[in-house]
């Protein structure tokens, strides 16, 4: 069974502070690795897709990348209207599409 | 760009109750999915349809129901509605195995 575990659960940084968001993954077999951003009361936002190790993609401040076991979102230079939920999902080989979340980072940034 | 379009947003039930929950996928997407997310909670995988067809099935109760129509549709249906389904649900779809796009959600709440 895919599993997803996430860390720090929350992370708190003033504006400019630079931090990473962990995402350990379990997968039969990685169809791709999703990074999603949520706000409260809202639906899941796509950010990005990574697929092999050694993978990064950027958008504005945030990156992400990929290992055999981890991916990390980067954040740089964050402002407070980055504070949300990121949440990271996997799709493996045993399933037909669906995505399996980990529990999400709330990230707040504060000026 | 169109997008997921969920309903209702809110949806307010007595326990023993009967709820649908309607979903209308982004055009040309053939695949659809159903998650349930609880109070800072993962969202957690119910069902999925591709091209109307069951693909995926999750942590869906008995008492819930779920088809995709021939115009692509979605409905869930929840009988006998308990406390503890009172939740976010969202639907999401795909073109194929590409990324998933979430609606809004709906918000049920069984008093």
């Known amino acids: 069974e895919d599993q997803v575990t996430q860390s720090p659960e929350a992370l708190r940084l003033q504006e400019g502070e630079s931090s990473s968001l962990n995402c350990s993954y379990t997968?039969?077999?990685?169809?791709?690795l999703f990074w999603y951003r949520q706000d409260p009361g809202k639906g899941p936002e796509f950010l990005f897709t990574?697929?092999?190790a050694g993978e990064e993609k950027e958008k504005e401040r945030l990156k992400a990348t990929l290992t055999k076991k981890e991916s990390f979102l980067h954040i740089t230079a964050p402002k407070p209207e980055d504070s949300a939920t990121y949440l990271c999902?996997?799709?493996?080989?045993?399933?037909?599409?669906?995505?399996?979340f980990g529990t999400g980072t709330r990230l707040q940034v504060t000026l | 760009a169109a997008g997921v379009i969920q309903s209702p947003r809110h949806l307010i039930k007595e326990k023993r109750e009967t709820a649908t929950l309607k979903c209308y996928p982004i055009?040309?997407?053939?695949?659809v999915y159903w998650y349930q997310q609880g109070p800072g909670q993962d969202p957690q995988f119910l069902i999925s349809?591709?091209?109307?067809?069951?693909?995926d099935k999750g942590s869906i109760p008995d008492r819930f129901s779920a088809q995709q129509f021939s115009d692509y549709h979605s409905e869930l249906n929840m009988s006998s509605l308990e406390l503890g389904d009172s939740a976010l649900y969202f639907c999401?779809?795909?073109?194929?195995?590409?990324?998933?796009?979430f609606g809004s959600g709906t918000q049920l709440s069984v008093l």
């Open positions: 999902a996997v799709r493996g080989t045993g399933t037909a599409s669906k995505l399996t």
């Open positions: 997968v039969s077999g990685l169809r791709g």
């Open positions: 055009p040309r997407h053939d695949t």
């Open positions: 349809f591709y091209e109307k067809m069951q693909s």
């Open positions: 990574l697929y092999s």
């Open positions: 999401a779809s795909s073109l194929g195995t590409e990324k998933l796009f």
